[in-house]
T-cell receptor
């Protein structure tokens, strides 16, 4: 069964305090791992897609990496505006729908 | 370019009433998805369409839920009759094949 598990559930950081969010997955034949950001009252917003182990992508203070079993979202020197829920998802084994983890709620305080 | 448009943004109804949620996908996208989000279960796939044809509806909770896509620019999700446990945020998303999904702002449903 396709599964996506994210940890921690919640994370509180001081501004400038770097950290990483984890996404572990079990799926037959990974066809893409996706990271999204979701602000309160909004729909998820696409950040990155990773397709193969070793791949990395960066956007501002965020860097996503991928291994054969998990992905990390590294946040370097975060700012309060980085506060959001970060969701990880993989394509279902069959079809093109995404199976989402429950997310990590990140709070960055000044 | 307009994103995915959902309506209504908020719906409060009483148990037993019919609820219809609407979605306009991004023009040119050939996949449309309906998800439901709750604190307990996170984002759950309900159903998705490819070129207006339902592909996988295994996530639809029960016969009270139905979804249609009469053309490439419109889809509906209907709940009849509604129950309090249906209270959630319902998201519509669209995509091009295996590309990333683009989500609407969601419809927050409260069933009293």
């Amino acid at each position: 069964e396709d599964q996506v598990t994210q940890s921690p559930e919640a994370l509180r950081l001081q501004e400038g305090e770097s950290s990483s969010l984890n996404c572990s997955y079990t799926v037959s034949g990974l066809r893409g791992l996706f990271w999204y950001r979701q602000d309160p009252g909004k729909g998820p917003e696409f950040l990155f897609t990773l397709y193969s182990a070793g791949e990395e992508k960066e956007k501002e203070r965020l860097k996503a990496t991928l291994t054969k079993k998990e992905s990390f979202l590294h946040i370097t020197a975060p700012k309060p505006e980085d506060s959001a829920t970060y969701l990880c998802a993989v394509h279902l084994t069959r079809g093109y729908a995404l199976n989402f983890g429950k997310g990590t709620s990140l709070l960055v305080t000044p | 370019d307009a994103g995915v448009i959902q309506s209504p943004r908020h719906e409060v109804t009483e148990m037993g009433q019919e609820v219809t949620l609407r979605c306009k996908p991004i023009s040119g996208h050939d996949y449309l998805f309906w998800y439901r989000q709750t604190m307990m279960r996170g984002l759950e796939l309900l159903i998705y369409f490819n070129n207006n044809v339902p592909i996988d509806d295994s996530g639809m909770p029960e016969d009270r839920f139905s979804a249609k896509m009469p053309n490439a620019s419109f889809s509906t999700l209907k709940i009849q009759p509604s129950e309090p446990r249906d209270s959630a945020v319902y998201f519509c998303a669209s995509s091009l094949a295996r590309g990333e999904l683009f989500f609407g702002e969601g419809s927050r449903l409260t069933v009293l």
